[in-house]
């Protein structure tokens, strides 16, 4: 029997200190032999926001410990590890520093390849550490600092239908947060607070609605939620605003997702239609619902990461590493950060296909 090849990833680029074994395996499903996260939540609460400084400096105490801790939780030997795979980018580039750094020493003490990996096609492939996927299919990447629609054809092989052209979704949620004054990172705490409030009882903004393709604009909405929360007499009026921040974000999202199957089935004759929903908000159960329902209508199969697979960890850098060990596609230990690295070439251009407004 040959020896099946184990990855360690690292991931640093934000707030979270991340280490994961994966094992590639005969269903093409790797194993995920250890994943740990130590999360940097009171560290920069109290900022409302990530401090680049102090995640940096949090990285760099932690980034040994976590390694080790991972590589005792997966009962596996250093000499067994085949490659080092590490988020190169996006990120914030002195965070991107730590884990670069300790993941280079590490390949050159240990003499097996480095492979840098794009973050976002982490959160892409996500899915791939539980489902089998096949491409192409469509991927919607909601995170702190993205929000996509894209085509995934492949391995480092992405096509961009629509982009925000102003705010992030998670960053949405997290400033609507801020302006009710849920503590930092508030996505996750907004969602319970809109499960207690009344969605019908605040009209939001629906910026682009039925324009712009499947482009994407949440900034509009932020300046409506500051200025009704002034208006703001009580606390269940907090949660009703939640609840039709909640309710708006998700008719947005139905739209626009119908938007993108069409285009979607327009470029892809297969009578199997996959829709990846992925990143961070993911973990959004009303989006989910929502965009399960739109995926039914429409005849695509919807498919979310687990739980803990979609936020920040390095369990999907892994296993994007262990698909780019077997291809032997590995990078030399001068690889820099790449603090704005884009998933598709579209996105290198300012005015690219993708920020049209037509
Ligand atoms: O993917 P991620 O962990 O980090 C980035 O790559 O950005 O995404 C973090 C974002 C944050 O904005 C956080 O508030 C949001 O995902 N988030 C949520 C939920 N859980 C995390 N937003 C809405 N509902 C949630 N349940
Ligand atoms: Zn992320």
């Known amino acids: 029997m040959t020896k099946k090849s184990i990855i360690l990833g690292i991931e640093t680029s934000c707030d979270e200190t991340a280490v994961a074994l994966v094992q590639d395996s005969d269903d093409d499903i790797p194993k995920i032999l250890s994943n740990v996260i130590s999360s940097q939540f009171d560290i920069h609460k109290e900022f409302g926001g990530v401090v680049p400084e102090l995640a940096a400096r949090s990285h760099l105490e932690k980034i040994n410990l976590i390694a080790n801790k991972a590589i005792l939780e997966s009962n596996v030997k250093i000499n067994e590890i085949s490659g080092i795979a590490c988020t190169s980018g996006p990120g914030l580039i002195i965070c ?9 020493g590490m390949a050159s003490a240990l003499k097996v390849p480095f492979i840098g990996i794009n973050h976002l096609e982490g959160h892409a492939l996500s899915p791939k550490l539980h489902t089998k996927l096949r491409y192409p299919y469509l991927l919607l990447l909601i995170s702190g600092g993205h929000s996509q629609y894209l085509i995934v054809n492949g391995l480092g092989e992405y096509e961009r239908l629509g982009t925000t052209i102003d705010d ?191």
Request: charged share 30%.
């Open 96 to 104: 991107l520093s730590v884990g670069l750094n300790f993941a280079k």
């Open 168 to 358: 992030a979704l998670g960053e949405a949620y997290d400033k609507t947060a801020k302006i009710l004054g849920i503590e930092f990172p508030g996505g996750p705490k907004l969602e319970e607070f809109a499960k207690r409030g009344n969605p019908n009882k605040f009209k939001l903004p629906k910026p682009i609605l039925n324009k712009g393709g499947c482009n994407l604009s949440f900034a509009g909405l932020k300046t409506a939620i500051l200025r009704t929360s002034r208006e703001i007499k009580n606390e269940q009026e907090k949660f009703d605003l939640a609840a039709s921040f909640q309710k708006t974000i998700e008719e947005i999202l139905y739209v626009k997702t119908k938007e993108a199957f069409k285009r979607f089935k327009k470029i892809n004759t297969t009578n199997k239609y996959n829709f990846v929903v992925a990143g961070g908000v993911a973990a959004n159960s009303g989006i989910r619902n929502k965009l399960k329902k739109v995926s039914e209508e429409n005849n695509f199969k919807s498919i979310f990461p687990d739980l803990k697979l979609c936020g920040d960890n390095a369990a999907m850098i892994a296993m994007v590493g262990l698909e780019k060990f077997k291809n032997k596609q590995f990078d030399n230990l001068e690889l820099a950060t790449s603090p704005r690295l884009p998933l598709d070439e579209n996105a290198k251009f300012l005015k690219g296909p993708g920020v049209t407004l037509d």
